[in-house]
């Protein structure tokens, strides 16, 4: 089974400042992990994607997550915050065995003040 | 343009009143499957399908049907709606040795009064 746990639900940051969202998760298998965005009224997009090659990944738009085997986290900053980047982000496990269902975590809101 | 699209996308329902959502995609994809989203709770899965004639439920199948008589296509079956099926639902493919990674639909908010 897997699981994930997003240790914050709502984040609040100033423009210009660094962004940290944190992640921890579960699986017995080796996992595939992921962030995705989700703006206002909008669907889900794809922030970036751990497969099981480079620990340290790069997504869209200035964020990145580094994968730690040792501390079972996928953290995702970002260095400089946008307003634009007001949204809920949600850590994503998957793995290929049974029935591939994507585990999300509860998602957290990420406030951008001026 | 490679997508998944779901209908309708805004639905306001009564309660027992039968409906269905369609998905389709276009990228010939094998796996397909519905998630609800609830505030605090992320995405859960409902249903899913390996293929053509083959689904089997997910986290949360109660009160929910689907099939899949077509590749492309994966509609999602409420046959006595209730208000705790109020949610957002969101379809998503991918092909089966990749479904690590899934693609989503637009999402459809469903309210049952």
């Known amino acids: 089974a897997q699981s994930v746990t997003q240790l914050d639900s709502h984040v609040s940051v100033s423009e210009g400042t660094p962004v940290l969202l944190r992640c921890n998760y579960s699986?017995?298998?080796?996992?595939?992990l992921f962030w995705y965005v989700q703006h206002p009224n909008k669907g889900l997009q794809l922030l970036l994607k751990?497969?099981?090659?480079?620990?340290l990944v790069k997504g869209i738009n200035g964020f990145e997550a580094e994968f730690k085997k040792s501390e079972t986290s996928f953290h995702l900053t970002k260095p400089s915050a946008h307003m634009s980047d007001a949204a809920e982000y949600f850590c994503?496990?998957?793995?290929?065995?049974?029935?591939?269902?994507?585990?999300f975590g509860s998602g957290t809101r990420l406030q951008v003040q001026p | 343009e490679a997508q998944v699209t779901q209908n309708p996308r805004y639905l306001i329902t009564v309660t027992g009143k039968k409906l269905t959502v369609t998905c389709s995609q276009n990228?010939?994809?094998?796996?397909m499957s519905w998630y609800r989203q609830d505030p605090g709770l992320g995405l859960r899965q409902i249903y899913y399908?390996?293929?053509?004639?083959?689904?089997d439920k997910g986290d949360v199948p109660e009160g929910y049907k689907v099939s899949r008589k077509e590749k492309r296509n994966f509609p999602l079956i409420l046959e006595s709606p209730s208000p705790n099926q109020t949610s957002l639902y969101f379809c998503?493919?991918?092909?089966?040795?990749?479904?690590?990674?899934?693609?989503f639909g637009p999402g459809t908010r469903l309210t049952v009064t």
């Open positions: 998503a493919s991918s092909r089966l040795a990749d479904t690590y990674e899934q693609y």
């Open positions: 699986s017995s298998y080796s996992p595939s």
């Open positions: 751990y497969t099981s090659a480079a620990t």
């Open positions: 994503v496990v998957s793995v290929r065995t049974g029935r591939r269902a994507l585990t």
């Open positions: 990228m010939n994809h094998e796996y």
């Open positions: 399908s390996m293929n053509v004639e083959v689904t």
